[in-house]
Nanobody
Framework: QVQLVESGGGLVQPGGSLRLSCAAS????????MAWYRQAPGKERELVAR???????NLSDSVKGRFTISRDYAKNTVDLQMSSLKPEDTAVYYC???????????????WGKGTLVTVSS
């Protein structure tokens, strides 16, 4: 069994900062891309940031210059550092990773349960 567990969500004022963390655990052979998505009320889930197994990062235009994604390959974790937060960043943030389990040929997308980030004064 493989799982992703997010942490670090909460309430923050506009202009503030928050750091989300996601840890992968279980019978993991390898992890390819890791990413953060978010889903605001009434909206579709959208990609926020992605980091490849080689360390290449990709951020959505809406968060460029404010958010940073990083990864610890030894610990199988991925973090999202969020700064200059805006009310429109309010959403449930989901961790995603392409994980190949032991005795599995191909990696499969895996999702965490999400963590709520609320930006409000």
């Amino acid at each position: 069994q493989v799982q992703l567990v997010e942490s670090g969500g909460g309430l923050v004022q506009p202009g503030g900062s928050l750091r989300l963390s996601c840890a992968a655990s279980g019978s993991i052979a390898s992890i390819n891309d890791m990413a953060w998505y978010r889903q605001a009320p009434g909206k579709e889930r959208e990609l926020v940031a992605r980091i490849t197994s080689g360390g290449k990062t990709n951020l959505s235009d809406s968060v460029k210059g404010r958010f940073t994604i990083s990864r610890d390959y030894a610990k199988n974790t991925v973090d999202l550092q969020m700064s200059s937060l805006k009310p429109e960043d309010t959403a449930v943030y989901y961790c995603n990773a392409d994980i190949r389990k032991h005795f599995q040929l191909l990696p499969m997308p895996t999702w965490g349960k999400g963590t709520l980030v609320t930006v409000s004064s």
